[in-house]
DNA sequence: GCCGTTTTCGGCCCGACTGTTTTCAGTCG
């Protein structure tokens, strides 16, 4: 059994013993340990079956026992037993907003609902708004959010499709037949939810490489099977489409199948233009009777595609049709930023509030993936969920990092910072004169999501305006496929921050992708610099900038537009120069 | 269920908001 397996069987205890009203305090003992399997530094699953486990911050004596279980039998007789209590389908009623453990065990006990589908049946017949503790906001709230899931459903966000692209693309690349290989789709476009992930390769024994690929261990289900395509499920419910074509026309159906459907319109009206037709196989002179220049017949990549129509290369993230055609024409695309453009993040977490790796080790994992620099920002003290730091516990760990700045000997850099909440009215959860002792600072929304547009907006201005804001954390605070973003009129807010010089965080975690690409050329328009910050929770959390480079890619910025790309010896001077103006 | 200890039991993260209530329970962050 994996640690990831594990973490979820304690995650879902922990789910189940909240609905038989079990002690909060016990449950909360299961998602801590969940959280420390997940995250432990080391082989924990091993050490659970050699009997090692003792000493481990949160894994007392009944988890070690219970990890032993799952390390050596691959299953957990306390779970199974506990699991059977109730139906499968419950589990899910948990990720409908405003449903939590009470409301979901008066719904099971007393209309026996044990799935989304019988919830929405009795929200819908009058029955749930009769329940003790339901009304008819409740049912219309739940409705919404019923709506908002079915509306996303078989979507997925980058995390949870990503190391699984990336290992059927390593296994196809591998096989013999296989000449090229590429992921395309949105997944290439880099849209911040993928529908399905889709697989092209290059060969001359299609049907060869598609019956290995549908025998291989990590599909569980194949959907159709063809002589040159494919269709199946991977065991997390993605689906992944597998086309095979030759040599000659790989190309074309890279650009294809990469679309967005959108912008192959356009490119294929400007192949019209040029008396041809452009299809997933190549270009077909449209007159009868011509024939193709020498130039086009020796098309081998994509480049030379949009070289044919008069093109620069354009990037597969900016393939929107949202004026990327225009600027390769006239030779005005901008140099998207590359993941190994950046030299430090800022916006991290550390054991002090909620994250889960200690300052040296956050630290030492950034200069592992080769950053200058990393700016923490611990949670601030409204955000008492997260074990936000009071004024003196933030003090004392602005002095942790100055020794460990003494230590690093100009090497590396930590800076101190922190993510202040904005307070409802807009005022900031620390004083000026605190803030001003940091490096910088992070304003982010925490609470009160439902104000109208224009109070949020206001809110979120005031606190732009406050000259220690160094930027602006998860502008809409969005959670992709979970919970959509609060009103907030953002060009706005990219308004203000272009007045007092804010930078706007670019949040990189997979949840968030925040603010939203779709904003970004207006922002860098206006002069607003960007930030792409990892919100990294633990060590591998930091990994999540890979996430916001792609995002940063398809809202066209380069290098010069986010901050974090400035070397050690520059982003300390342009800290400071951002507060003093 | 975990932790720490004044060592075997008491404390464990708090507050705002919502919608249901008619004084508060549940959810969320």
Not at 423 to 441: Q, V
Not at 455 to 462: A, L, S, V
Not at 512 to 525: F, G, T, V
């Given at each position: 059994m994996t640690r990831e397996e594990a973490a979820e069987i304690l995650q879902r205890i922990a789910l189940l013993l909240e609905l038989k009203g079990e002690n909060p305090f016990k449950i909360r003992a299961y998602k801590t340990g969940a959280e420390v399997v997940e995250a432990y530094a080391g082989d924990i699953m091993q050490l659970a079956a050699d009997n090692q486990l003792a000493g481990i911050k949160g894994i007392g004596e009944a988890l070690r026992d219970k990890l032993h279980e799952m390390a050596t039998t691959g299953k957990l007789q306390f779970f199974e037993k506990l699991k059977a209590e109730f139906p499968d389908g419950l589990f899910e009623l948990f990720d409908i907003q405003g449903l939590g453990p009470k409301k979901i065990a008066a719904l099971y006990s007393q209309l026996q609902v044990g799935s989304v589908a019988d919830l929405k049946r009795v929200c819908v017949s009058g029955e749930a708004a009769k329940l003790s503790g339901f009304g008819d906001k409740t049912v219309v709230k739940i409705l919404e959010s019923i709506a908002f899931r079915a509306e996303h459903a078989s979507e997925f966000r980058i995390d949870q499709v990503y190391a699984l692209a990336l290992d059927l693309l390593d296994t196809l690349r591998a096989h013999p037949a296989v000449s090229r290989a590429e992921v395309c789709g949105s997944f290439r476009r880099a849209k911040e939810t993928v529908h399905d992930l889709d697989f092209l390769v290059s060969t001359r024994q299609p049907e060869q490489v598609i019956a290995d690929f549908v025998a291989l261990p990590q599909i569980e289900k194949v959907i159709v099977q063809g002589g040159t395509k494919a269709s199946v499920y991977a065991p997390n419910g993605v689906q992944c489409d597998l086309r095979a074509v030759s040599s000659a026309?790989?190309?074309?159906?890279?650009?294809?199948?990469?679309?967005?459907?959108?912008?192959?319109?356009?490119?294929?009206?400007?192949?019209?233009?040029?008396?041809?037709?452009?299809?997933?196989?190549?270009?077909?002179?449209?007159?009868?009777?011509?024939?193709?220049?020498?130039?086009?017949?020796?098309?081998?990549?994509?480049?030379?595609?949009?070289?044919?129509?008069?093109?620069?290369?354009?990037?597969?993230?900016?393939?929107?049709?949202?004026?990327?055609?225009?600027?390769?024409?006239?030779?005005?695309?901008?140099?998207?930023?590359?993941?190994?453009?950046?030299?430090?993040?800022?916006?991290?977490?550390?054991?002090?509030?909620?994250?889960?790796?200690?300052?040296?080790?956050?630290?030492?994992?950034?200069?592992?993936?080769?950053?200058?620099?990393?700016?923490?920002?611990?949670?601030?003290?409204?955000?008492?969920?997260?074990?936000?730091?009071?004024?003196?516990?933030?003090?004392?760990?602005?002095?942790?990092?100055?020794?460990?700045?003494?230590?690093?000997?100009?090497?590396?850099?930590?800076?101190?910072?922190?993510?202040?909440?904005?307070?409802?009215?807009?005022?900031?959860?620390?004083?000026?004169?605190?803030?001003?002792?940091?490096?910088?600072?992070?304003?982010?929304?925490?609470?009160?999501?439902?104000?109208?547009?224009?109070?949020?907006?206001?809110?979120?201005?005031?606190?732009?305006?406050?000259?220690?804001?160094?930027?602006?954390?998860?502008?809409?605070?969005?959670?992709?496929?979970?919970?959509?973003?609060?009103?907030?009129?953002?060009?706005?807010?990219?308004?203000?921050?272009?007045?007092?010089?804010?930078?706007?965080?670019?949040?990189?975690?997979?949840?968030?992708?925040?603010?939203?690409?779709?904003?970004?050329?207006?922002?860098?328009?206006?002069?607003?610099?960007?930030?792409?910050?990892?919100?990294?929770?633990?060590?591998?959390?930091?990994?999540?900038?890979?996430?916001?480079?792609?995002?940063?890619?398809?809202?066209?910025?380069?290098?010069n537009d986010v901050v974090n790309c400035l070397p050690l010896g520059q982003i300390e001077g342009a800290l400071k120069k951002q507060r003093a103006d």
């Open positions: 026309e790989f190309p074309f159906a890279l650009n294809y199948f990469t679309g967005s459907k959108e912008h192959n319109v356009v490119m294929r009206q400007r192949a019209l233009d040029r008396g041809l037709s452009l299809n997933e196989y190549g270009f077909t002179p449209t007159e009868v009777g011509a024939s193709l220049s020498p130039e086009i017949q020796e098309i081998h990549d994509e480049r030379e595609i949009y070289r044919a129509l008069g093109l620069d290369y354009i990037e597969p993230e900016l393939r929107e049709n949202s004026g990327e055609i225009e600027a390769a024409a006239q030779g005005r695309l901008p140099a998207l930023i590359q993941l190994e453009n950046l030299r430090g993040v800022f916006h991290n977490h550390t054991t002090a509030s909620d994250g889960r790796g200690t300052l040296r080790e956050m630290a030492e994992a950034a200069r592992d993936l080769g950053l200058q620099y990393l700016g923490i920002a611990d949670h601030s003290k409204s955000s008492f969920q997260a074990n936000g730091l009071n004024e003196q516990r933030l003090r004392a760990q602005m002095a942790e990092i100055r020794v460990l700045n003494a230590e690093f000997e100009g090497h590396f850099r930590l800076f101190a910072g922190s993510e202040v909440d904005i307070l409802k009215d807009g005022s900031l959860d620390f004083d000026d004169d605190l803030l001003a002792e940091l490096d910088y600072c992070v304003a982010s929304v925490h609470n009160v999501f439902n104000l109208p547009e224009a109070e949020m907006t206001k809110r979120i201005i005031r606190a732009i305006e406050n000259p220690h804001v160094t930027m602006l954390g998860h502008v809409t605070g969005r959670l992709l496929l979970q919970r959509p973003a609060y009103a907030v009129n953002i060009p706005a807010i990219i308004d203000a921050a272009a007045e007092t010089g804010t930078i706007i965080e670019l949040n990189a975690s997979a949840w968030r992708l925040d603010m939203d690409w779709r904003w970004w050329r207006l922002a860098k328009e206006k002069g607003v610099k960007c930030s792409i910050n990892p919100d990294a929770h633990t060590t591998q959390g930091l990994e999540a900038v890979l996430f916001g480079v792609r995002a940063a890619r398809k809202g066209w910025l380069t290098r």
